[in-house]
């Protein structure tokens, strides 16, 4: 009888099976939870996809489309300038407040507590209290304008003042998610540095803008890409305060992508739409990163 | 051992709702080992064994007869009701008396906020677990295919004229039904006599139109007080449309005239009294269509359109108010307003169709339709309980104009084609930040009709 070998695994599996058996667990989530519905999406991208199921293979129909489409650009340029404002709002203060954080002056360990409670708390939460702040009728902000003898203020009802009102509650979200990262930048900042400035008679200004800000520049470019990607993941808080409107005055991509998907029941046209913000936001990082090698 | 409750454990077990391992958990966490080679033997013994059919479960007196299609099979419900609904003691009671009639069906109770339950409907139907028993329009989800068609179910039960006849539009769509009414409700007229009399304006009666309604309210320019909650829900302008004579679409429902003539001079005569005559509130965004409400029981508007729900807080709120129909449009001559309330229907692919439909039928017995009035305000569905109103709680004089409105009332069935429902909405926001209601109404045809035709 002739006895049969096994076939052997591959040396280089058996070198490395332990650490695939390791990352097996890890790697099947990834797959089932990322990339698998990444690729769905990219399939149910090329059909005329609605609520019952596919109409039929279209190609390049909704990228076609989707170049077309004037509600899908509005809504870009409503994200751009929401990651804009709330980006430059949100790190300016994350950085104004990390400066105040990291002196020593009194009440700063209860600060220190508290500066971190609306990361910590749900956006669409947050979002939800804001929405009352900024009540026409009933809201607190109102209440102080007119307790001014000021005219009240349409935060969330007046097309033109709707996304300044989003972008503030996306700063308010910024300043505490960024503001310990920018703490521990200025603290691993070189002392001597100042003080060589200092003797030199540089002012608290130049010192800033000469040490302080190239040293922090890697912080910022991290958090600035965060920044831009959170930004185009934004609906919380648009589902909370305003669905998108007045006018579509909040209309953000992803809010766009959900009222075409789910209202609208266009999914192929939804997951389309969806692959070209991933696209934009790739070149958008890229670029980023590129400048900061630069 | 003593805190075992073994009463519960026993129900859980003849249900066929606990398995063996988690049953062994319970025993040992509550009695420790005594208790599982004790008394919990014969219960870990009968737990998961199969059952035959079982008996039925006493039915209580006006609740649908036992259905022997369904009894004896071991089928879990799930069910998705409005928050507002599903916890209330009516409901409560019935998921109760429901199980014990079919002891085989498992209900699997969810909930969500009545602006959710859409996407949960169609995300569900989308992945393939379709929802057996889902709350909204079903007339919405007949036309876009995500709910079953019923006629059948309801041939075998044969009480379609039990139910109001308006009450059924919220189920029909192109012919056929999709579900079976909950509750009906509509839009009318709630003013302040109090704050009418501080302007020595006349209240609105049943006859009152838009314009002689309109002369009254502008005597509250420049007082402290609104005239007018407004608001800019695409339901309520929908209504205040069809007080004018005016409906979005066209009778045959496969076109759409968002901007005729009525419907742009309601919206008009409308929106014009924030923006324009400075007589209204401000619209509140989306999430807070309730907002004209508190503002009524507050005492700083002197009149409301809105719907029978927001009587027990007004009530409450000590407002001396008054109640009568909706402005018989324009020039007096029309009268319309727009339905709400809800229906419940199978989800599209459901496996238990039978059994679903069995449950929304105990949802509309005489018992508990008269639990949901009395205790929630939710009104009735099956006609002859109009003929006694006070055995519906209805005997209140304010609610006299509802019932009325009621008779001339229709849903808001543009709200079955979304694109449809998006322009409009668009529309009507517009128009009460200050657009021209003309020029926004007609850029609201042009993209209903692109998608659903005009």
């Known amino acids: 009888m002739i006895l049969q070998h096994r076939p052997a695994l591959p040396p280089a599996i058996r070198r490395h099976a332990g650490a695939y058996l390791f990352i097996g667990p890890a790697l099947v989530l990834l797959v089932v939870f990322n990339i698998w519905p990444a690729l769905y999406t990219a399939w149910l991208s090329l059909q005329d996809y609605g609520i019952l199921g596919s109409n039929g293979f279209i190609g390049l129909g909704n990228y076609a489309h989707v170049l077309r489409d004037g509600l899908f650009w509005h809504s870009l340029l409503v994200t751009s300038i929401y990651t804009i404002g709330s980006a ?122 000469s040490i302080t800000l190239p040293a922090i520049a890697p912080i910022t470019r991290y958090t600035v890409i965060l920044a831009i990607i959170g930004s185009f993941q934004l609906i919380a808080s648009i589902d909370a305060l305003t669905s998108g409107g007045p006018e579509n005055a909040t209309l953000v991509t992803i809010k766009y992508i959900q009222l075409q998907g789910f209202e609208f029941l266009h999914f192929g046209y939804a997951s389309a739409i969806t692959l070209f913000l991933l696209a934009f936001l790739l070149v958008v990082t890229w670029l980023q990163l590129r400048s900061g090698r630069e | 051992m003593d805190d075992v409750n073994w009463s519960e454990l026993e129900r859980l077990v003849a249900h066929g709702q606990i398995s063996r391992r988690v049953l062994l958990r319970r025993l040992l966490e509550a009695g420790g080992i005594a208790a599982v080679i004790g008394p919990g033997a014969t219960l870990l013994a009968a737990c998961g064994q199969s059952k035959a059919a079982g008996p039925s479960g006493p039915v209580p007196a006006g609740y649908p007869p036992i259905n022997n299609n369904i009894l004896g ?141 309109g002369k009254e309210l502008l005597k509250f320019q420049g007082k402290p007080v609104k005239a007018i909650g407004l608001s800019n829900s695409a339901w309520n302008n929908s209504g205040l449309a069809r007080a004018n004579g005016g409906d979005l679409l066209k009778s045959d429902e496969k076109g759409v005239q968002i901007n005729s003539d009525k419907v742009v001079a309601a919206l008009k005569w409308n929106s014009e009294l924030g923006w324009k005559y400075n007589v209204g509130t401000s619209p509140a965004p989306t999430k807070r269509q309730d907002e004209p409400g508190f503002l009524f029981e507050a005492k700083q508007v002197a009149l409301l359109f809105s719907g029978p729900w927001d009587m027990p807080d007004i009530k409450k709120s000590g407002v001396n108010f008054g109640t009568t129909e909706l402005p018989k449009g324009l020039d007096g ?75 001339a009332a229709k849903p808001y069935k543009l709200e079955a084609f979304p694109e449809g429902d998006k322009a409009w909405s668009d529309a009507v926001a517009s128009a009460y930040n200050g657009k021209d209601a003309q020029t926004v109404l007609n850029e609201a045809q042009t993209k209903a009709a692109a998608a659903i035709g005009g």
């Open chain 2, 73 to 213: 099979k071991k089928i879990t419900l799930t069910i998705l009701l409005a928050a507002d609904y599903y916890n209330q003691a009516p409901f409560t009671d019935l998921y109760a008396a429901f199980q014990k009639a079919y002891p085989d069906i498992k209900l699997n109770v969810t909930n969500a906020v009545w602006e959710d339950i859409p996407t949960k409907v169609k995300t569900a139907a989308l992945g393939g677990t379709p929802v057996d028993v889902a709350h909204q329009h079903a007339f919405v989800y007949g036309h876009i295919g995500v709910a079953e068609q019923v006629d059948d179910l309801w041939s075998q039960w044969g009480k379609v004229s039990d139910f109001l006849p308006n009450s059924l539009q919220d189920v029909t769509w192109a012919g056929h039904r999709y579900g079976i009414p909950l509750d009906v409700n509509c839009l009318f007229t709630y003013y302040n006599k109090d704050l009418f009399a501080s302007v020595n304006a006349m209240t609105p009666t049943a006859t009152t139109s838009y314009t002689d309604l």
């Open chain 1, 88 to 209: 430059a709002l949100g790190l300016a203060g994350a950085l104004a407040l990390a400066a105040l954080v990291t002196r020593k002056l009194p009440f700063m360990g209860w600060f220190r507590i508290l500066y971190f409670i609306p990361s910590v708390t749900s956006l669409f939460v947050n979002a939800t209290i804001f929405g009352w702040l900024f009540d026409y009728n009933l809201g607190l902000f109102n209440y102080w304008l007119t307790s001014l003898h000021l005219q009240r203020a349409p935060w969330l009802q007046d097309p033109n003042w709707a996304l300044f009102s989003v972008i503030v509650v996306g700063a308010w979200g910024g300043v505490s998610y960024n503001l310990p990262i920018y703490a521990a930048g200025l603290q691993s900042v070189n002392r001597d540095l100042y003080e060589a400035a200092s003797l030199d008679g540089a002012n608290g200004w130049q010192r800033f803008q």
């Open chain 2, 333 to 407: 001559n029309t009268n319309g307003s727009v339905q709400g309330g809800g229906s419940l229907f199978v989800g599209k692919g459901s496996k238990n169709r039978e059994a679903a439909f069995e449950f929304m039928k105990w949802a509309v017995a005489k018992p508990n339709q008269i639990r949901m009035a009395k205790e929630m305000a939710r009104w009735p569905v099956i006609a002859d309980l109009y003929a006694d109103p006070a055995s519906i709680g209805a005997n209140d004089p304010a609610l006299t104009p509802y019932f009325s409105q009621l008779k």
